[in-house]
């Protein structure tokens, strides 16, 4: 029993190393930019290609969300959040992979509800910690935004479909690396303030 705990013990410290570390943030603001731009200058973009797009950046989000969730910093509220956000992501990843829609009405409607969805959980969740809070309420407030511009404005086709959400990962993308930056100020002047002190 003991083994096993000792066991547990390293893989949650293990998982909040990784989920404190900015470049965390960072590589799912470029791996954003890049489904984003592979999903708008895709040539002839059908149901089956965009729903790949998106399901590959549900994964690596969720995953993302869920290795956050593990964070030492933050209270359980924005944990808890951030593990059903991510749990969330990866099941709507995975229904795309597993049963691309053939109905464009379907995959907007899914793609619509999740964006809504996460939005509203991280403008939430963004209260539950200081670091890169502005970032995070923004954030929130752009898949809310999203997610209610595909579900309210009739949209054509495969292709305007991926325009839309290729431009908006991108500006999502952009907005997390700039957050990634964020938080790597704070852990340096996080390092640098026991430094400062015990040399005092």
Not at 154 to 160: D, E, L, N, Q, R
Not at 180 to 187: C, E, H, I, N, Y
């Amino acid at each position: 029993m003991t083994g096993s705990s000792g066991m547990a013990d390293q893989a949650e410290t293990m998982m909040q190393a990784l989920a404190a570390h900015w470049g965390l943030v960072l590589a799912m603001g470029i791996v954003s930019i890049l489904i984003g731009v592979i999903a708008i200058v895709a040539p002839g973009a059908t149901l089956v290609t965009i729903a790949i797009f998106f399901a590959v950046w549900l994964f690596v989000s969720g995953i993302v969300e869920v290795v956050q969730s593990f964070t030492v910093d933050g209270d359980t509220g924005g944990r808890v959040l951030n593990a059903i956000l991510g749990v969330l992501s990866v099941i709507v990843g995975f229904a795309l992979l597993r049963a691309p829609f053939q109905s464009l009405e379907v995959l907007i409607f899914v793609l619509g509800i999740f964006w809504v969805a996460q939005g509203i959980m991280t403008f939430i969740g963004a209260f539950q910690r200081k670091d890169g809070r502005n970032w995070k309420v923004f954030m929130g407030i752009l898949g809310v935004i999203a997610g209610t511009v595909i579900l309210l404005y009739p949209i054509s086709s495969a292709v305007t479909l991926a325009l839309l959400g290729g431009i908006w990962l991108i500006i999502l993308g952009i907005m997390q690396i700039v957050a990634g930056w964020q938080l790597r100020k704070a852990s340096k002047a996080g390092a640098a303030s026991p430094t400062a002190t015990a040399a005092a």
